[in-house]
């Protein structure tokens, strides 16, 4: 499977800053990554797909100017939590698509 | 849309015990199934996979088969040990034809803790 690299493994901030969130991919190149969320004790569900040069997807109820995602290039997709809140605090991980592999995830935990 | 049905947790064995862990599914097209374990503080971990009706996955002496007919995907072990506590997680990857493609959906996972 593909191989995924995700920096940091976890971040802890302060409510209202911004954290960005790295996923690359180190072996092919991935066009489309998706990006879940895991919150305590609960599954994974799916925020959104980010498309190398276009905008990103959003599933319902997560908000596109809250979760930034960029993927500017084949072997990056970044999302940047902006003005984050305790609330979420939560594990978030990338998976390309077409893939059964994951970044080992990052957890943020918003003070 | 896809879902899957994820027996409820936490199940608790002793050492040796057998292991079952129900998982059922909902998809258009033709998916493939995937168990993944999540180890405490940790990202996911592929367990084992299958892509095509009949195939059984096994790895680590787990093992499940995708059963189209009843769509289940069960996991079995037939002796857990202690490091096998983990989170359970089963999973479906939408195939051509169905409208999440190349997405996955989890079920809600399934806690299993071993003790000796």
């Known amino acids: 499977g593909a191989v995924v690299s995700q920096h940091p493994s976890w971040v802890i901030c302060k409510s209202g800053t911004s954290v960005k969130i790295e996923c690359r991919s180190l072996?092919?190149?991935?066009?489309?990554m998706f990006w879940y969320r895991q919150f305590p004790k609960q599954s994974l569900m799916l925020m959104a797909t980010?498309?190398?040069?276009?905008?990103?997807?959003?599933e319902q109820g997560v908000e596109k100017d809250k979760f930034l995602i960029n993927h500017a290039s084949l072997t990056l997709s970044t999302l940047t939590v902006t003005s984050a809140h305790p609330e979420d605090s939560s594990f978030y991980i990338c998976?390309?698509?077409?893939?059964?592999?994951f970044g080992s995830g990052t957890r943020l935990t918003v003070v | 849309g896809d879902s899957v049905t994820q027996m409820e947790g936490p199940v608790t064995l002793s050492e040796e015990a057998f292991l079952t862990i129900n998982c059922t599914y909902t998809a258009t097209g033709y998916p493939s199934l995937f168990w993944y374990v999540q180890y405490p503080g940790e990202g996911l971990q592929l367990l084992l996979k299958a892509t095509k009706a009949d195939d059984k996955g096994s790895n680590k002496g787990f093992e499940a088969t995708y059963r189209k007919e009843t769509t289940s995907f069960h996991l079995e072990k037939g002796s857990v040990q202690v490091s096998d506590s983990a989170v359970y997680f089963c999973a479906l990857k939408s195939g051509a034809g169905g409208t999440s493609y190349g997405k996955l959906t989890f079920g809600q996972g399934t806690i299993l803790t071993v003790h000796p």
């Open positions: 980010s498309n190398e040069g276009s905008k990103a997807t959003y």
């Open positions: 072996d092919f190149q991935a066009t489309t």
């Open positions: 998976s390309p698509w077409d893939s059964y592999t």
